[in-house]
C-alpha cells in the first residue's frame, strides 16, 4: 500500500451503502464542487450521501443539494430539500437550513411562513446573528401589518432588549415604593419594615439586605440613584441578559448590605447605591478584562473608573454616606464582571475562534455553572459578614 497516495474521492455513480470514510469524503467532493461553481456535479455527489444513517452528515448533504438546486434556479426542489435538512432534527445544518427556508419563503412571497422559519432559525441562532434575525422578523412583521411587533424585533436588533426592560421594571418598582414610604401616611411601616436595621438583621431579618434598596432619603436621593441605574442597567442587560442582570444586581445589594451591617454603624440605611456600584463593578471589570464590542456603551465605560473613585471620594467626604454599602457592592460587581464574560453580545475573545470552529460548538462552550460558581462566593462572604457582623452587634 502506497502511504503517501492522496485518497481516491467514492464514485458517486456506484450503487450500495457507503462507508463513514467514504460519505465523508464524498461530502467534501461535493462541498468542494459547490465551491467551483460546478453545481450539477455537487447536486450529484450530495444526492449520493443524503439516506447514510448519520443524520448529521445527511443534513449537512441535504443542505448542500439545497444550495446547489437553487443556484440551478429549482427554487421549488431547494426548499423542499432545506426543510428536509431542518426536520432531520439537532444537527448542525439545522440551523443554517431554517436560515435558507425562511430566504425562499420571501423570495416566494409567503411572509407568514417565513417568519415561522425565521423564528425556528432564532432558537437555534448563534448570538451575534441574533440581532440581524430579529431585524429581519422586524420587516417582516412590518409587511404583515404588525407595527407592535416590529417595533420589539427592531429593538432587539439594535440591542436595545424588550420595550419593558429588567431595568424599567426595577426602577418603577423602587420609585413606588420610595414614594409611597415618603409620602404617604403609611409610609414610616414600609421604612420600619424595609429599612437595613443592623440590630433587626443581627435577630435573623435577613431580607432586609435586599428590601433596603427599595428605600430612599428623599426625592433627590431617589432621582440620583435612579438616574446612575437608568445608565448602567440596560448595559448590564444587554451584555448578560435580563436573568443574569437580576441575579447580578440582588447579588451585589446583598454586599452592599453586607459591608454596612459589617463596617457602616450602629444606624439604618437605605437606598440602592449599594447595588449600583455593583453594576459600575460589572461593567468596569468586564469592559477592562473581556472587551465587549459594544460601541454604544463605549463613553460610559470608558469613563467608569474616575466616575466610582469620585463618587468615592465624596463618599468619604460627606457625613451620613454609607460607604461601607458602595464598596461593598463595588467588590461584588467587580468579582461578578471579571468571572463572567458578557454573553449576549461578541467579545473580542470571540471574534478570534479558531476558523475551522464551528459556531454551534462555540455557543456550547460558553460556561453556564460560571454564573452559579461566582453568585456563590459572593454569597459566602456575605455569610461571613453577617456572622462578623451579628457577633458584633451581639457584643
Request: proline content about 5%; aromatic content about 8%.
Amino acid at each position: 500500500m502506497d502511504e503517501g497516495r492522496p485518497p481516491v474521492t467514492p464514485d458517486s455513480s456506484r450503487s450500495g451503502r457507503l462507508s463513514r470514510p467514504e460519505a465523508v469524503e464524498l461530502l467534501g467532493a461535493a462541498d468542494a464542487a459547490l465551491s467551483s461553481g460546478d453545481f450539477r456535479d455537487a447536486a450529484v455527489r450530495y444526492s449520493r450521501v443524503v439516506g447514510f444513517d448519520d443524520p448529521v452528515i445527511t443534513a449537512a448533504a441535504l443542505l448542500g443539494l439545497g444550495e446547489a438546486r437553487h443556484r440551478l434556479d429549482d427554487d421549488d426542489a431547494a426548499l423542499a430539500t432545506w426543510m428536509a435538512a431542518a426536520e432531520l432534527g439537532e444537527t448542525p445544518s439545522a440551523y443554517p437550513a431554517w436560515r435558507n427556508v425562511a430566504a425562499a419563503r420571501v423570495r416566494g412571497g409567503d411572509l407568514a411562513g417565513a417568519i415561522a422559519a425565521y423564528r425556528e432559525s432564532d432558537r437555534r441562532a448563534p448570538p451575534e446573528d441574533k440581532a440581524e434575525i430579529a431585524m429581519r422578523l422586524g420587516w417582516l412583521m412590518k409587511e404583515q401589518g404588525d407595527p407592535g411587533a416590529a417595533r420589539k424585533y427592531f429593538a432587539r436588533g439594535r440591542g436595545e432588549g424588550p420595550l419593558l426592560s429588567a431595568t424599567v421594571m426595577l426602577i418603577a418598582a423602587t420609585v413606588i415604593v420610595s414614594l409611597s414610604a415618603t409620602l404617604s401616611v403609611e409610609g414610616q411601616g414600609l421604612v420600619d419594615a424595609f429599612e437595613l436595621d443592623k440590630f433587626a438583621v443581627a435577630q435573623g431579618e435577613y431580607w432586609r439586605l435586599w428590601t433596603v434598596t427599595l428605600l430612599h432619603a428623599g426625592p433627590v436621593h431617589l432621582l440620583f440613584n435612579m438616574y446612575a441605574l437608568y445608565l448602567a442597567g440596560p448595559i448590564v442587560e444587554r451584555w448578560y441578559g435580563a436573568p443574569t442582570f437580576i441575579v447580578m444586581y440582588l447579588a451585589c445589594a446583598a454586599a452592599g448590605s453586607a459591608g454596612s451591617f459589617v463596617f457602616g454603624g450602629d444606624l439604618p440605611s437605605v437606598g440602592a447605591s449599594g447595588a449600583i456600584f455593583g453594576l459600575f463593578g460589572v461593567l468596569l471589570a468586564a469592559g477592562r478584562l473581556h472587551h465587549p464590542v459594544d460601541g454604544q456603551s463605549r463613553a460610559l465605560v470608558s469613563q467608569l473608573g474616575m466616575l466610582i473613585l469620585i463618587n468615592i471620594a465624596f463618599g468619604f467626604a460627606i457625613p451620613g454616606i454609607d460607604n461601607a454599602a458602595h464598596l461593598g457592592g463595588l467588590a461584588a460587581g467587580l468579582w461578578l464582571g471579571a468571572m463572567l464574560p458578557p454573553t449576549r453580545i461578541q467579545t473580542l475573545a470571540s471574534l478570534w475562534q479558531q476558523a475551522g470552529e464551528s459556531r454551534m460548538a462555540r455557543r456550547a462552550k460558553v460556561p453556564v455553572w460560571a454564573l452559579i460558581v461566582a453568585v456563590g462566593v459572593v454569597a459566602m462572604v456575605v455569610v461571613a459578614g453577617l456572622i462578623v457582623g451579628t457577633t458584633l452587634r451581639a457584643g
